[in-house]
Each structure stands twice: as C-alpha cells, then as structure tokens.
C-alpha cells in the first residue's frame, strides 16, 4: 500500500522560515515527478512546487518563486519544500503529491498526480 506522509508544518511569524518533508512509503517514486500543493479555506488546492525524477528540473508557482525550494533525496524516497521569507498569504494546509507517470518532467495540475498526503499545516502571522 502506497502511503505519502508529510511533516515539518506549524506556527512561524512572517520571514521566518519552514522545511517540510514528504516520505512515501510502499513503492519507489525515484522515477516519478513530485510535487507541492496548497489549500487555504475556502479556496481550491493550488500549485506550489514540483521536481523531475532527478531533481533536474523545477517549477514553481510565480507567488513563491526565490522564497521556496523543492528537492528530492532518492535513496530516502524523501521530497522536501524549503520555505523562506513566509508570508502570511503563505498559510495553508500544504499537501505533497507523487506522480505514476514516468518520465524527466514535472506537473503543475491536481489530476496529474495519483498518490496524495493527508496534509500539513502551516501558519505564518504577520
């Protein structure tokens, strides 16, 4: 059974920084794109961040852009969101996404992905 488990949320004041962490766990996602999504209340899950299966190419939404970056640790199974300089906007319940699609590219769309987290969340007060 594939499990995906985020950690590393909580209470930060603005410009502060966060790391959060994503571990799968039954099967191996080292040829799969990850990514990082967002959802504040009342609002749809939005696009963050994704890798490639290597790490060698990234993306990221424009409103995090030089503030977050995303890596992947293979041999751990393990993707990771550094987070600098938090905003307030940036509070959200923040899920990690692994793809079943092989492949060197990353996603930005929700139904790209097929394996999901329960969520983190992260809260950032001015």
């Known amino acids: 059974q594939v499990e995906v488990v985020e950690s590393g949320g909580g209470l930060v004041q603005a410009g502060e920084s966060l790391r959060l962490s994503c571990a799968a766990s039954g099967r191996s996602f080292s040829n799969n794109a990850m990514g990082w999504f967002r959802q504040a209340p009342g609002e749809e899950r939005k696009f963050v961040a994704a890798?490639?299966?290597?790490?060698?190419?990234?993306g990221y939404a424009d409103s995090v852009k030089g503030r977050f970056t995303i890596s992947r640790d293979n041999a751990k199974n393990t993707v990771y969101l550094q987070m600098d300089s938090l905003k307030p906007e940036d509070t959200a319940v923040y899920y990690c996404?692994?793809?079943?699609?092989?492949?060197?590219?990353?996603?930005?769309?929700?139904?790209?992905?097929?394996?999901w987290g329960q969520g983190t969340q992260v809260t950032v007060s001015s």
């Open positions: 890798i490639s299966w290597n790490g060698g190419s990234t």
């Open positions: 996404a692994a793809s079943d699609t092989y492949g060197r590219y990353w996603f930005r769309r929700v139904d790209e992905y097929q394996y």
